[in-house]
């Protein structure tokens, strides 16, 4: 069983920035993608983006430029550092894993308000 730990949500004003954190815990021999969704009220949760254990990224194009994801292999955790936040960031933030399956963390909120 894989268990997923988020930190780092919050309230920022528009051109903020937060650091969101995932950790992962269990009995993993091995963490193949790790990555960030999210979902704002009313609309599906989508990709933010991902992270290979080789350190391939991959973005939505409406955060390139602005966020980063990065991974610790020996501690199993993504960050997603966020920068410039824009109103339409305002979601809850899940973080995902994969090995042998899709494992989820319980959403932390970011709120970006003027």
């Known amino acids: 069983q894989v268990r997923l730990r988020e930190s780092g949500g919050g309230l920022v004003q528009p051109g903020g920035s937060l650091r969101l954190s995932c950790a992962a815990s269990g009995n993993i021999p091995r963490i193949d993608d790790m990555g960030w969704y999210r979902q704002a009220p009313g609309k599906e949760r989508v990709l933010v983006a991902d992270?290979?254990?080789?350190?391939?990224?991959n973005y939505v194009d409406s955060i390139k430029g602005r966020f980063t994801i990065s991974r610790d292999n020996a501690k199993n955790t993504v960050y997603l550092q966020m920068h410039s936040l824009k109103p339409e960031d305002t979601a809850v933030y899940y973080c995902?894993?994969?090995?042998?399956?899709?494992?989820w963390g319980q959403g932390t909120q970011v709120t970006v308000y003027s």
């Open positions: 995902f894993a994969s090995y042998y399956g899709v494992y």
């Open positions: 992270i290979t254990s080789g350190g391939n990224t």
